[in-house]
């Protein structure tokens, strides 16, 4: 069985985090209810493109950012008022990795692209909630509530794990590991009291929750409880290396491919304050992989094929990059042709 707690003896289960909305205009719950299903699925399909406003511009401002604006109008149901509102913000993407996989392979796979599109929708579904009224800011004391599900633990442990290489020996040394990940993004809970607020928080999730979550969707839904409580660790200056990582770490745990190969490159390349950790990167390529995508398939494939943070598996490793290649992605088969020269020259 394995177990979790900072220190150890709880078995592993969770609490799923939420976010929760309050109306700037509506007072009477059951409108607000009724308006917040409206307003949030027509916002999770403008984050996605799917309908045309309310309005959003990009304006380009740096590599690694950009600036949305999104305008709307909110339609009171309670007074029949309409009213306009707009919101802006800097879309922040992770640095394009630039380097290569292990062994100068798989240069150009543009993860710092398809990470910033990730983190873009999140923005603008938060614009598009904002430009119609919604707040997720403290809550007056007349203001009803409306709450949505995280999407953190949403679908925790959906993945197929044929061909899925054991990287770590036992479950209590991969809680270590998610321990130490965690503690090494946000590094205020190695002290107290923080560390004894989070150690509390975790045994708490583990006598509430469920089974299907992996170590680090434990960490975070319990740092983000208490962050919701006022108790937990401040989040890194926005445009800080460190905010980066915070930002694709997020991702990864909540199951977003791109920031769990953004995490994996950040720990197979050493991106402060992460180290160079190729068996932490391993494992984020692998949930990647596992998942379907292709980038995180070529990078577990090629770490596999070269033994980085494992040993080496040149079978399974080349089946993987073939599967990514099979999708046809080029860069995959780029590396494809590049372990294919290798293997015919004996090396």
């Known amino acids: 069985m394995r177990h979790y707690g900072l220190l150890g003896g709880i078995a592993l289960v969770a609490l799923a985090g939420c976010t929760t909305w309050h109306h700037t205009q509506i007072t009477d719950k059951s409108l607000a209810d009724r308006q917040f299903v409206q ?13 045309p406003v309310p309005q959003v511009n990009y304006n380009n401002v740096s590599p690694w950012s950009s600036t949305a604006l999104v305008r709307g109008s909110t339609y009171n149901s309670a007074t029949g008022a309409t009213s306009y509102g707009s919101y802006s913000g800097q879309v922040v993407s992770t640095p394009s990795p630039g380097a290569a996989f292990t062994g100068g392979l798989a240069n150009g796979m543009n993860i710092g692209a398809a990470f910033a599109a990730s983190r873009a929708q999140e923005r603008i579904y938060k ?43 036992t479950p209590e040394a991969e809680w270590l590991a998610d321990a130490e990940e965690f ?34 969707q434990v960490l975070l839904s319990a740092h983000e409880s208490l962050v919701n409580k006022a108790l937990g660790a401040s989040e890194p200056q926005e445009g800080s290396e460190e905010h980066f990582v915070t930002t694709f770490y997020k991702d990864a745990v909540s199951n977003n ?9 950040g720990f197979l390349n050493g991106w402060k304050p992460l180290s160079k950790e190729p068996k932490r990167a391993l494992y984020w390529f692998q949930q990647s992989a596992l998942a379907g995508d292709p980038t995180g398939q070529a990078g577990y494939g090629v770490m596999l094929f070269r033994g980085n943070g494992i040993d080496p598996d040149r079978k399974q490793g080349y089946a993987w990059v073939a599967k990514a290649a099979a999708s046809g992605d080029e860069v995959a088969k780029a590396v494809l042709r590049k372990l294919d020269m290798e293997i015919s020259a004996g090396r």
């Open 39 to 51: 307003d949030d699925g027509y916002c999770v399909r403008a984050s996605h493109g799917s309908v």
């Open 127 to 169: 614009g598009c909630m904002y430009a119609k009224g919604w707040s997720d800011s403290s809550r007056p004391k007349d203001a009803p509530a409306a709450t949505s599900p995280s999407r953190l633990l949403s679908d925790a442990t959906a993945r197929k794990t044929e061909g899925a290489v054991k990287i770590y020996s």
């Open 183 to 216: 503690l090494t993004v946000y590094p205020a809970y190695r002290t107290e009291p923080l560390y004894g607020r989070l150690n509390d928080e975790v045994k708490r999730i583990a006598r509430e929750g469920s089974n299907n979550v992996t170590g680090p």
């Open 257 to 265: 491919a791109a920031g769990q190969n953004a995490l994996g490159m």
